[in-house]
C-alpha cells in the first residue's frame, strides 16, 4: 500500500443534539463525558489495529470529528497525536483537522489545539442566523460564531490566495447550510457574504436534509415542522456556486468550495476511494482486499456505535466491529458514486489502479446516454452543472 | 376399507361466513374421523394454497372422504365437500351444494347470520339440502348463543331448538356434530341400477394426470376403463384412475351412486370439464343432464403487462399454467400504446383478479402492470350493430354510437340497523335501485339493491367495509344489461392519451371522476425531469388538469468515508423503485397509477 491513507477519529459526545443531526454522537452533560476513558479506547484501539498492518501505511491526513470534538482537552489531543505519530510514518504535507463548535472555543485552546498537532480548523458554523440555530437546536448564537470565526481567522494567518508559512493554522473551514425551510434566497446570501468577510480559504456548503431517524424527521412527521422546499434549494445551490465563484472559490465538490490549494485532503481521499481507518464509537474504515485474486474489492468495517459497547469490547473481546465485504462490482459502482462527485471527476489514473482497466471500459454505453443528455461532460468522466443536480439518477444506473 | 352401505353414507357441506370456523370446523371433523393424525394436522388442512390460508378463503373446492365410527357402533362414509367461500364464486358455490344432502351452518355465536351465509342458506335450501345449524366459538366471553339462535330462527326461519353450541377451535362439542350428521342428515338417494350420472362439481390441472375431476355420482357407476362422456362438451373419455380423498388421495375401482370421489381420464385440459357438467357412459348414456348447469363467463377485465418488455414471454407461459388450473380465468393477447405487448385478462370478480395476481407475482415472481378492472359493457352503434367490449380503448368513436348498455347487478348487503343510512347512502350515490329494505331482526337489516356492475369496481367494497365498521356483508349476482348515458373517460398525459389510463364512467360523474382521477396520479407519479400535465378528458374536452412540477434536484449532499454504505443503499432503493415504473412516452408511471381508479369514490 504505497498510497498514504486517512485516519479518521470519531469523538461522539456533543451537548446537545442538533435536530438534523444523524451521526453517531451522544448529549451529555460535559462534566459526565469519559474524556480519559474515552481517549484511553482510542489508544487501545489504535494498538490493536496496529498489528494488521505490515507496515502501517503512511498517513496523509488525520479528522477529528464528532460529535464535538473541541471538546476534548488538548492535551488529550496532543497525547493521542503524540502516540499515532509515534508509531506510523506522517507524510510531511500531513493535514490534521479539528472540527470545532463556535462555542467550545477560545484564542488560547486553539493555541493548544495546534501545538497538539492540529494545523487545520473546520468550524461548525452552519448559519448566522439566531431562528434557524435556534430552531435546529444548535449551542451557539449567530455572535457565537462570529466570535469564533474571528478567533479562527486570526489563528490563521493565512490572507488571499498568499501561501502558508508555517505559522498558525495552516487552513480552515466553515460549514454552512442552506434551505431551511422558511429560508429565503436573499437570507441564505446574506449569510454567505457575512462569512466570506472572514476569509475562509475553505466552505462547506450543504443543501439543508432530513434524514431517517432525526429529531427533525420525527417533527415533520408529527406535524411541528415543515419539509424543506427542493425547489428553492436548487436555486440556492446554483446561486451558492455563482456568488463563490464570482469570489476566487473553486467549487471541487457537490457541497465544497476552496481557493486553490485548500482542498481538503482528508476528504479528498474519500471521494477518491482511497483507504482509511476510522477509530472511535460508530467510526468506519475501509480497506483494499490484499490477497490476489480475491472476488471481494476490500471490506468496510464499522466500530460498536454505542461508546460502551464500543469501550467494553475493545477491553475484553478481540472484535469490535461489523464487517461488510465488498465485491468487486459494487465497489465500481461506489468509485463512481464517490468520484463524481468531485468536479474533476473520476481520475483516469485512479480508475486505472483500482479495477485493472485497459482501454475497454464497462460502463461507457451508461456515459454515452448521460453525455447524450448534457449530464456528463464530453472529455473525461465527471458531471455537469446540470449533471450535478441529478447526480442521484446518474450514480445509482452505475449499482450493479 | 370395508364396503359401507348406502343408507350409512353422508354428503355434506359447511356453509359459513368468512372467519366463522369453516375451516377449522373441517379439520376438526378430519382429526376426529381419523382422517389424519395430529402430527399430520396443519391447520386448515383443507386449505392447500398459501395463498388461501393467507387470506383464509377457500379458493378451490375440495372433499374428503372420512369414516366415523358413530355411537350406535356402526360406520358410517361422511363426504364433507368443501365450498369456495366468496361472492365471485356463486356458481361453484351452487354446484358444490347439489353434491350434497345436508349442510351444517356454521355462524359465529357473537357476530351471527351474514349476507354471504344467507346467500349460501337460501342457496342450500333452494336445493332441498338438510340444515344442521351450529353456533361456533362458544367459547368466547362475548358468545351469546340464545340471542343468535332467535336471529337464525327469524331471519332463515329454520329451526334451531336443537342447534349445537360448539368451539370448533378447542373441539368442544364437535362429536356431537358427528353424531348429528349420522341422525340428522338424510343418505343419498338415488340407484345402482339406473345409467350413470354424475355431477362435476369441481376440476384442476395435475401436470401428470391432466385435468382432475370431481364428482358426485348420483345414479349408476363408474368403473376404471369405462368410456364416459362430459354431456355439454360431447367429449368421450376413458376413465384411467378412480379415488377419493381422505385427504390424501386414495385409489379405488369404482365409484357407486351416492359416493363422491375423482376421476382421471386422460382429459388434456381443465376447460373440458366445466363445473355442473354431467358425465355419463358413452356406450349407455342417461336420458337428461342435471340442471342448473352454467357455462361460466369471465364477469371482469383487466389489462396484464410485464413491466420488462422481455418479460412477455414468461408472462404468457405463467398464464397458461393458471389457466390450467382455473377454468374460469381467461386471457387473449392485447396491445397497449402506452404498455405495449401484453394480455387481456377476463375475472370472476375483482377479488379472482386479485388473487391471479398475487399469484402471478408471487408464483412466477414477475413485476406486472394491471390496468383498471372493467366490466364488458355493450356498445349498440348506429347501424343497429352491437359490440361487446371489454376494454375502454377498444370504445368505437363517439359519433357512430347509439348506446351504451353496462351490467347491473343484485346486491344483497347484510348490516347492523345503524349502519343503514350509510349504506343506502352509499348504493344511491353509486346509481343503485333500491329493491327491498327488510328488518329481519330489530337489529339486523338486509339492503337489497339493484346496482350497476361498474359501481362496485370503485372502492365499493372498502368504503362499505369503512362506512359499517367492517360490519357489512355483501353478496351479488349479475343480472342484465341496461341502458345507461354512459362515457369515456380519456387520460392525457403532457397531451396524449394514455389508453391504459381511460375509463368507462357515467355521464353525471364523469367530471368530479376526471378531477378525483388526474389528483390521485399527480399524487403517484413522481416528479420527473420535465414538468408533466395531467388532463383528464371527454372525447376532446378537457375536465380536469393537473401539473406535476418538474424535480429540480435529486443529490445527496454530504458524502463522506463513514456514508459510503448507506448511500449506496439508498441510490439501490431508488434503482428498484425505478425499476418498478413503466415508460410511457418519456414519463415515468408507477404500477399502482393503473390502478388510481380503484381508489377513488
Redesign the interface.
Same mark, same amino acid.
Given at each position: 500500500m504505497k498510497y498514504p491513507c486517512a485516519l479518521y477519529i470519531h469523538f461522539p459526545y456533543c451537548l446537545y443534539k442538533c435536530h438534523y443531526c444523524d451521526f453517531n454522537s451522544y448529549a451529555l452533560k460535559e462534566r459526565e463525558i469519559p474524556f480519559g476513558s474515552y481517549q484511553k479506547a482510542l489508544l487501545a484501539e489504535w494498538r490493536k489495529r496496529l498489528p494488521h498492518f505490515d507496515p502501517f501505511p503512511s498517513i496523509g491526513s488525520v479528522f477529528l470529528g464528532g460529535g464535538t470534538p473541541s471538546l476534548m482537552p488538548p492535551n488529550d489531543v496532543a497525547d493521542l497525536l503524540g502516540e499515532i505519530r509515534r508509531s506510523v510514518f506522517f507524510t510531511d504535507d500531513v493535514e490534521v483537522t479539528l472540527e470545532a463548535n463556535p462555542k467550545t472555543i477560545s484564542a488560547k485552546k486553539l493555541e493548544n489545539f495546534r501545538q497538539a498537532g492540529i494545523n487545520r480548523l473546520s468550524v461548525g458554523v452552519q448559519s448566522l442566523n439566531d431562528a434557524y440555530l435556534a430552531a435546529f437546536g444548535r449551542i451557539h448564537s449567530a455572535d457565537d460564531a462570529r466570535e469564533a470565526l474571528k478567533l479562527v481567522r486570526d489563528a490563521a494567518p493565512w490572507r488571499g490566495a498568499a501561501p502558508w508559512r508555517g505559522a498558525g493554522f495552516k487552513s480552515w473551514n466553515a460549514d454552512l447550510m442552506f434551505g431551511f425551510p422558511g429560508q429565503t434566497l436573499k437570507q441564505w446570501e446574506s449569510d454567505l457574504n457575512e462569512i466570506l468577510d472572514f476569509g475562509p480559504p475553505h466552505l462547506s456548503c450543504y443543501s439543508f436534509t432530513v434524514e431517517e431517524g432525526t429529531i427533525y424527521r420525527r417533527q415533520i412527521q408529527s406535524g411541528k415542522a415543515l419539509p424543506p422546499d427542493s425547489d428553492l434549494q436548487a436555486e440556492m445551490f446554483e446561486m451558492t456556486g455563482n456568488l463563490l465563484e464570482k469570489r476566487g472559490y473553486r467549487r471541487y465538490e457537490i457541497s465544497n468550495f476552496a481557493h486553490p490549494g485548500h482542498e481538503c485532503r482528508h476528504n479528498l481521499n474519500y471521494w477518491n476511494y482511497g483507504e482509511f481507518v476510522g477509530l472511535g464509537a460508530g467510526a468506519v474504515s475501509f480497506l483494499y482486499e490484499g490477497t490476489e485474486g480475491s472476488k471481494d474489492f476490500g471490506y468496510r468495517t464499522t466500530n460498536y456505535k454505542e461508546p460502551g459497547r464500543y469501550m467494553d469490547a475493545l477491553k475484553d473481546s478481540p472484535i469490535w466491529f461489523d464487517r461488510e465485504e465488498i465485491p468487486r462490482e459494487t465497489a465500481l459502482a461506489e468509485f463512481f458514486m464517490m468520484g463524481l462527485r468531485l468536479t474533476g471527476g473520476i481520475s483516469e489514473e485512479i480508475y486505472r489502479r483500482l479495477f485493472f482497466l485497459d482501454a475497454k471500459r464497462p460502463n461507457e454505453p451508461l456515459f454515452t446516454v448521460f453525455r447524450k443528455m448534457g449530464w456528463v461532460g464530453e472529455e473525461g468522466i465527471y458531471l455537469t452543472p446540470k449533471g450535478r443536480l441529478f447526480a442521484n439518477q446518474i450514480m445509482s444506473a452505475f449499482l450493479p | 376399507m370395508t364396503e359401507i352401505p348406502f343408507e350409512r353414507r353422508r354428503n355434506f357441506c359447511i356453509i359459513a361466513h368468512i372467519d366463522h370456523g369453516k375451516s377449522t370446523l373441517a379439520d376438526r371433523i378430519i382429526e376426529m374421523t381419523g382422517g389424519l393424525s395430529s402430527r399430520e394436522m396443519r391447520e386448515q388442512v383443507l386449505d392447500a394454497m398459501d395463498l388461501e390460508r393467507e387470506r383464509g378463503i377457500t379458493i378451490k373446492a375440495h372433499s374428503v372422504r372420512l369414516v366415523y365410527k358413530a355411537k350406535d357402533g356402526l360406520e358410517y362414509e361422511f363426504n364433507l365437500i368443501d365450498t369456495p367461500g366468496h361472492v365471485d364464486f356463486h356458481y361453484e358455490v351452487s354446484r358444490s351444494l347439489s353434491a350434497c344432502e345436508g349442510a351444517i351452518l356454521v355462524v359465529d355465536a357473537s357476530q351471527g347470520v351474514q349476507a354471504q351465509t344467507l346467500a349460501n342458506v337460501y342457496m342450500a335450501l333452494d336445493h332441498n339440502l338438510e340444515i344442521l345449524p351450529v353456533l361456533n366459538k362458544i367459547d368466547l366471553p362475548n358468545a351469546d348463543p340464545d340471542r343468535i339462535k332467535e336471529q337464525v330462527e327469524q331471519i332463515i326461519g329454520i329451526d334451531t331448538s336443537q342447534a349445537l353450541c360448539v368451539s370448533a377451535k378447542t373441539g368442544l362439542g364437535v362429536d356431537k356434530i358427528l353424531e348429528a350428521i349420522v341422525h340428522r342428515l338424510p343418505a343419498p338417494r338415488g340407484s345402482e341400477d339406473e345409467p350413470l350420472q354424475a355431477l362435476i362439481f369441481d376440476s384442476w390441472f395435475d401436470t401428470y394426470q391432466g385435468a382432475v375431476i370431481l364428482v358426485r355420482v348420483i345414479n349408476g357407476r363408474m368403473n376404471v376403463g369405462q368410456k364416459i362422456s362430459l354431456m355439454h362438451t360431447g367429449k368421450t373419455y376413458e376413465i384411467l384412475k378412480l379415488g377419493f380423498f381422505t385427504p390424501r388421495p386414495v385409489i379405488c375401482e369404482t365409484l357407486v351412486a351416492g359416493e363422491v370421489g375423482f376421476v382421471i381420464a386422460g382429459i388434456r385440459e381443465v376447460r373440458e370439464t366445466k363445473i355442473g357438467d354431467t358425465v355419463t357412459d358413452a356406450a349407455n348414456p342417461c336420458k337428461e343432464a342435471l340442471s342448473g348447469f352454467r357455462e361460466v363467463k369471465p364477469m371482469v377485465f383487466a389489462g396484464i403487462y410485464p413491466i420488462q418488455p422481455n418479460e412477455y414471454e414468461n408472462l404468457k407461459l405463467a398464464l397458461e399454467k393458471l389457466r390450467l388450473n382455473d377454468s374460469a380465468f381467461s386471457f387473449e393477447p392485447e396491445t397497449s400504446v402506452a404498455l405495449g405487448f401484453g394480455f387481456r385478462c377476463g375475472f370472476l370478480g375483482l377479488l379472482h383478479m386479485e388473487i391471479v395476481q398475487e399469484r402471478l407475482e408471487r408464483e412466477y415472481n414477475l413485476e406486472l402492470i394491471t390496468t383498471s378492472p372493467t366490466v364488458i359493457y355493450k356498445v349498440h352503434l348506429t347501424n343497429g350493430e352491437v359490440l361487446e367490449i371489454d376494454n375502454p380503448s377498444k370504445m368505437p368513436p363517439e359519433g357512430t354510437i347509439d348506446h351504451l348498455e353496462e351490467p347491473f347487478i343484485d346486491v344483497t348487503i347484510h348490516v347492523p340497523s345503524e349502519y343503514v343510512g350509510n349504506v343506502i347512502q352509499l348504493c344511491e350515490e353509486r346509481r343503485g335501485i333500491q329493491k327491498k329494505i327488510n328488518y329481519v331482526t330489530p337489529d339486523r337489516v338486509m339492503v337489497h339493491y339493484e346496482l350497476p356492475f361498474p359501481e362496485i369496481m370503485f372502492d365499493f367494497y372498502d368504503k362499505l367495509k369503512s362506512l359499517t365498521r367492517g360490519y357489512a356483508s355483501l353478496d351479488y349476482e349479475v343480472l342484465d344489461f341496461r341502458a345507461s348515458r354512459l362515457v369515456k373517460l380519456n387520460i392525457l398525459v403532457n397531451g396524449d392519451p394514455v389508453d391504459a389510463l381511460s375509463v368507462i364512467v357515467h355521464r353525471d360523474h364523469a367530471q368530479y371522476r376526471g378531477r378525483e382521477l388526474v389528483s390521485k396520479l399527480r399524487e403517484i407519479i413522481p416528479r420527473q *425531469?420535465y414538468e408533466v400535465a395531467l388532463q383528464a378528458a371527454i372525447g376532446s374536452k378537457v375536465v380536469a388538469r393537473e401539473n406535476v &412540477?418538474a #424535480? @429540480? +434536484?435529486?443529490? $445527496?449532499? &454530504?458524502?463522506? !468515508? !463513514?456514508d $459510503?454504505?448507506r +448511500? @449506496?443503499k439508498l #441510490?439501490?432503493k *431508488? &434503482?428498484e423503485g +425505478?425499476k418498478r415504473m413503466k415508460q410511457v412516452g418519456r414519463v415515468e408511471i408507477p404500477q399502482e397509477a393503473f390502478l388510481a381508479v380503484l381508489k377513488i369514490d
Amino acid at each position: 500500500m504505497k498510497y498514504p491513507c486517512a485516519l479518521y477519529i470519531h469523538f461522539p459526545y456533543c451537548l446537545y443534539k442538533c435536530h438534523y443531526c444523524d451521526f453517531n454522537s451522544y448529549a451529555l452533560k460535559e462534566r459526565e463525558i469519559p474524556f480519559g476513558s474515552y481517549q484511553k479506547a482510542l489508544l487501545a484501539e489504535w494498538r490493536k489495529r496496529l498489528p494488521h498492518f505490515d507496515p502501517f501505511p503512511s498517513i496523509g491526513s488525520v479528522f477529528l470529528g464528532g460529535g464535538t470534538p473541541s471538546l476534548m482537552p488538548p492535551n488529550d489531543v496532543a497525547d493521542l497525536l503524540g502516540e499515532i505519530r509515534r508509531s506510523v510514518f506522517f507524510t510531511d504535507d500531513v493535514e490534521v483537522t479539528l472540527e470545532a463548535n463556535p462555542k467550545t472555543i477560545s484564542a488560547k485552546k486553539l493555541e493548544n489545539f495546534r501545538q497538539a498537532g492540529i494545523n487545520r480548523l473546520s468550524v461548525g458554523v452552519q448559519s448566522l442566523n439566531d431562528a434557524y440555530l435556534a430552531a435546529f437546536g444548535r449551542i451557539h448564537s449567530a455572535d457565537d460564531a462570529r466570535e469564533a470565526l474571528k478567533l479562527v481567522r486570526d489563528a490563521a494567518p493565512w490572507r488571499g490566495a498568499a501561501p502558508w508559512r508555517g505559522a498558525g493554522f495552516k487552513s480552515w473551514n466553515a460549514d454552512l447550510m442552506f434551505g431551511f425551510p422558511g429560508q429565503t434566497l436573499k437570507q441564505w446570501e446574506s449569510d454567505l457574504n457575512e462569512i466570506l468577510d472572514f476569509g475562509p480559504p475553505h466552505l462547506s456548503c450543504y443543501s439543508f436534509t432530513v434524514e431517517e431517524g432525526t429529531i427533525y424527521r420525527r417533527q415533520i412527521q408529527s406535524g411541528k415542522a415543515l419539509p424543506p422546499d427542493s425547489d428553492l434549494q436548487a436555486e440556492m445551490f446554483e446561486m451558492t456556486g455563482n456568488l463563490l465563484e464570482k469570489r476566487g472559490y473553486r467549487r471541487y465538490e457537490i457541497s465544497n468550495f476552496a481557493h486553490p490549494g485548500h482542498e481538503c485532503r482528508h476528504n479528498l481521499n474519500y471521494w477518491n476511494y482511497g483507504e482509511f481507518v476510522g477509530l472511535g464509537a460508530g467510526a468506519v474504515s475501509f480497506l483494499y482486499e490484499g490477497t490476489e485474486g480475491s472476488k471481494d474489492f476490500g471490506y468496510r468495517t464499522t466500530n460498536y456505535k454505542e461508546p460502551g459497547r464500543y469501550m467494553d469490547a475493545l477491553k475484553d473481546s478481540p472484535i469490535w466491529f461489523d464487517r461488510e465485504e465488498i465485491p468487486r462490482e459494487t465497489a465500481l459502482a461506489e468509485f463512481f458514486m464517490m468520484g463524481l462527485r468531485l468536479t474533476g471527476g473520476i481520475s483516469e489514473e485512479i480508475y486505472r489502479r483500482l479495477f485493472f482497466l485497459d482501454a475497454k471500459r464497462p460502463n461507457e454505453p451508461l456515459f454515452t446516454v448521460f453525455r447524450k443528455m448534457g449530464w456528463v461532460g464530453e472529455e473525461g468522466i465527471y458531471l455537469t452543472p446540470k449533471g450535478r443536480l441529478f447526480a442521484n439518477q446518474i450514480m445509482s444506473a452505475f449499482l450493479p | 376399507m370395508t364396503e359401507i352401505p348406502f343408507e350409512r353414507r353422508r354428503n355434506f357441506c359447511i356453509i359459513a361466513h368468512i372467519d366463522h370456523g369453516k375451516s377449522t370446523l373441517a379439520d376438526r371433523i378430519i382429526e376426529m374421523t381419523g382422517g389424519l393424525s395430529s402430527r399430520e394436522m396443519r391447520e386448515q388442512v383443507l386449505d392447500a394454497m398459501d395463498l388461501e390460508r393467507e387470506r383464509g378463503i377457500t379458493i378451490k373446492a375440495h372433499s374428503v372422504r372420512l369414516v366415523y365410527k358413530a355411537k350406535d357402533g356402526l360406520e358410517y362414509e361422511f363426504n364433507l365437500i368443501d365450498t369456495p367461500g366468496h361472492v365471485d364464486f356463486h356458481y361453484e358455490v351452487s354446484r358444490s351444494l347439489s353434491a350434497c344432502e345436508g349442510a351444517i351452518l356454521v355462524v359465529d355465536a357473537s357476530q351471527g347470520v351474514q349476507a354471504q351465509t344467507l346467500a349460501n342458506v337460501y342457496m342450500a335450501l333452494d336445493h332441498n339440502l338438510e340444515i344442521l345449524p351450529v353456533l361456533n366459538k362458544i367459547d368466547l366471553p362475548n358468545a351469546d348463543p340464545d340471542r343468535i339462535k332467535e336471529q337464525v330462527e327469524q331471519i332463515i326461519g329454520i329451526d334451531t331448538s336443537q342447534a349445537l353450541c360448539v368451539s370448533a377451535k378447542t373441539g368442544l362439542g364437535v362429536d356431537k356434530i358427528l353424531e348429528a350428521i349420522v341422525h340428522r342428515l338424510p343418505a343419498p338417494r338415488g340407484s345402482e341400477d339406473e345409467p350413470l350420472q354424475a355431477l362435476i362439481f369441481d376440476s384442476w390441472f395435475d401436470t401428470y394426470q391432466g385435468a382432475v375431476i370431481l364428482v358426485r355420482v348420483i345414479n349408476g357407476r363408474m368403473n376404471v376403463g369405462q368410456k364416459i362422456s362430459l354431456m355439454h362438451t360431447g367429449k368421450t373419455y376413458e376413465i384411467l384412475k378412480l379415488g377419493f380423498f381422505t385427504p390424501r388421495p386414495v385409489i379405488c375401482e369404482t365409484l357407486v351412486a351416492g359416493e363422491v370421489g375423482f376421476v382421471i381420464a386422460g382429459i388434456r385440459e381443465v376447460r373440458e370439464t366445466k363445473i355442473g357438467d354431467t358425465v355419463t357412459d358413452a356406450a349407455n348414456p342417461c336420458k337428461e343432464a342435471l340442471s342448473g348447469f352454467r357455462e361460466v363467463k369471465p364477469m371482469v377485465f383487466a389489462g396484464i403487462y410485464p413491466i420488462q418488455p422481455n418479460e412477455y414471454e414468461n408472462l404468457k407461459l405463467a398464464l397458461e399454467k393458471l389457466r390450467l388450473n382455473d377454468s374460469a380465468f381467461s386471457f387473449e393477447p392485447e396491445t397497449s400504446v402506452a404498455l405495449g405487448f401484453g394480455f387481456r385478462c377476463g375475472f370472476l370478480g375483482l377479488l379472482h383478479m386479485e388473487i391471479v395476481q398475487e399469484r402471478l407475482e408471487r408464483e412466477y415472481n414477475l413485476e406486472l402492470i394491471t390496468t383498471s378492472p372493467t366490466v364488458i359493457y355493450k356498445v349498440h352503434l348506429t347501424n343497429g350493430e352491437v359490440l361487446e367490449i371489454d376494454n375502454p380503448s377498444k370504445m368505437p368513436p363517439e359519433g357512430t354510437i347509439d348506446h351504451l348498455e353496462e351490467p347491473f347487478i343484485d346486491v344483497t348487503i347484510h348490516v347492523p340497523s345503524e349502519y343503514v343510512g350509510n349504506v343506502i347512502q352509499l348504493c344511491e350515490e353509486r346509481r343503485g335501485i333500491q329493491k327491498k329494505i327488510n328488518y329481519v331482526t330489530p337489529d339486523r337489516v338486509m339492503v337489497h339493491y339493484e346496482l350497476p356492475f361498474p359501481e362496485i369496481m370503485f372502492d365499493f367494497y372498502d368504503k362499505l367495509k369503512s362506512l359499517t365498521r367492517g360490519y357489512a356483508s355483501l353478496d351479488y349476482e349479475v343480472l342484465d344489461f341496461r341502458a345507461s348515458r354512459l362515457v369515456k373517460l380519456n387520460i392525457l398525459v403532457n397531451g396524449d392519451p394514455v389508453d391504459a389510463l381511460s375509463v368507462i364512467v357515467h355521464r353525471d360523474h364523469a367530471q368530479y371522476r376526471g378531477r378525483e382521477l388526474v389528483s390521485k396520479l399527480r399524487e403517484i407519479i413522481p416528479r420527473q *425531469q420535465y414538468e408533466v400535465a395531467l388532463q383528464a378528458a371527454i372525447g376532446s374536452k378537457v375536465v380536469a388538469r393537473e401539473n406535476v &412540477k418538474a #424535480l @429540480r +434536484k435529486d443529490v $445527496i449532499a &454530504k458524502c463522506y !468515508g !463513514g456514508d $459510503i454504505t448507506r +448511500k @449506496r443503499k439508498l #441510490l439501490e432503493k *431508488q &434503482k428498484e423503485g +425505478k425499476k418498478r415504473m413503466k415508460q410511457v412516452g418519456r414519463v415515468e408511471i408507477p404500477q399502482e397509477a393503473f390502478l388510481a381508479v380503484l381508489k377513488i369514490d
